[in-house]
C-alpha cells in the first residue's frame, strides 16, 4: 500500500514539446505530491508539488495534474528545453504516528533533443 | 545561504568494513533524513531524525544505524559492508516538524564496496 508507481521509465522529447510522466499510488492517506528533479552528480530537487484539495497546479512550465479519484498524479513540462533533461521523480507523504516519509516513485529519464 | 552538506563525497570500502558518513543540515533545519539511491530499488526511505530522537525508520536491517546531534547534525553508519550495499546515499533536511514539506537534498555520498 505503500507503493507509488511512475511511468514511463525514460521519455525522448523534441524541443519544445510537451513532456508528460504519470503517477498511481494506492495508500489513501497519503497527502502531499511532490515531485523532484534529479541532475547526474546531484540530488534530487524539490520542483512542485501539490496537495489533494487542489486539482492543478502550475509554476512556470511546470504543471502537476492530480485526480483524488483515481488516485493518480502527472507531471507536465511545457516548452520543454535540452537543460530539463534529468530523472524526475514523483513522490507521495503522509503522517503516520509521529513522522511521515517520502515514498518515491521509480523515476523517468528524461532527454529533450534539439 | 549553505545547502546540506554530505561528506564524503566518495567512498571505496571492502566487504566486511564499516563505514560512516555524515551529513550537516541546512542552518536551522532540525528534521534530517536519509534516503539510500541505487539503480535497481531507486531511492528507499532509511531513517529519519528530529531534536536527536529517530522518528521513523524504513525496512533496513539493524546494520544500518543513524543518529543525530545536538547541533543537528547526523551521521549514519553501517556495519559489516556487503557487496549491496554500494549505493548513493542521500541526507535531505527540513525546517518543518512534518519533515516531507520541503526537503532539500545534500549531492550525496557515493559508497562502492568492494
Known amino acids: 500500500q505503500q507503493q507509488v508507481k511512475q511511468s514511463p521509465q525514460s521519455l525522448i522529447v523534441q524541443k519544445g514539446g510537451i513532456s508528460i510522466i504519470n503517477c498511481a499510488y494506492e495508500n489513501t492517506a497519503f497527502d502531499y505530491f511532490p515531485w523532484y528533479q534529479q541532475f547526474p552528480g546531484k540530488g534530487p530537487a524539490l520542483l512542485i508539488a501539490?496537495?489533494?484539495?487542489?486539482s492543478e497546479k502550475k509554476e512556470g512550465r511546470f504543471t502537476i495534474s492530480f485526480n483524488k479519484s483515481a488516485k493518480q498524479f502527472s507531471l507536465h513540462i511545457m516548452d520543454s528545453q535540452p537543460g530539463d533533461s534529468a530523472t524526475y521523480f514523483c513522490a507521495a507523504s503522509g503522517f503516520s504516528g509521529t513522522a511521515s516519509k517520502l515514498t518515491f516513485g521509480t523515476g523517468t529519464r528524461l532527454q529533450v533533443t534539439l | 545561504k549553505a545547502g546540506v552538506t554530505q561528506t564524503p563525497r566518495y567512498l571505496i570500502k571492502t566487504r566486511g568494513q564499516q563505514v560512516t558518513l555524515s551529513c550537516s543540515p541546512i542552518s536551522g533545519h532540525r528534521s534530517v533524513s536519509w534516503y539510500q539511491q541505487t539503480p535497481g530499488q531507486g531511492l528507499q526511505f532509511l531513517f529519519e531524525?528530529?531534536?536527536?530522537?529517530?522518528?521513523n525508520k524504513g525496512n533496513f536491517p539493524g546494520r544500518f544505524s543513524g543518529r543525530q546531534f545536538s547541533n543537528s547534525r547526523s551521521e549514519m553508519n553501517v556495519s559489516t559492508l556487503e557487496l549491496g550495499d554500494s549505493a548513493l546515499y542521500l541526507c535531505?533536511?527540513?525546517?518543518?516538524?512534518?519533515?516531507?514539506?520541503?526537503?532539500?537534498f545534500g549531492s550525496g555520498t557515493r559508497l562502492t564496496v568492494v
Open positions: 531524525y528530529f531534536s536527536e530522537t529517530q522518528r
Open positions: 501539490i496537495r489533494p484539495d487542489v
Open positions: 535531505a533536511s527540513s525546517l518543518s516538524r512534518e519533515a516531507n514539506y520541503g526537503y532539500t
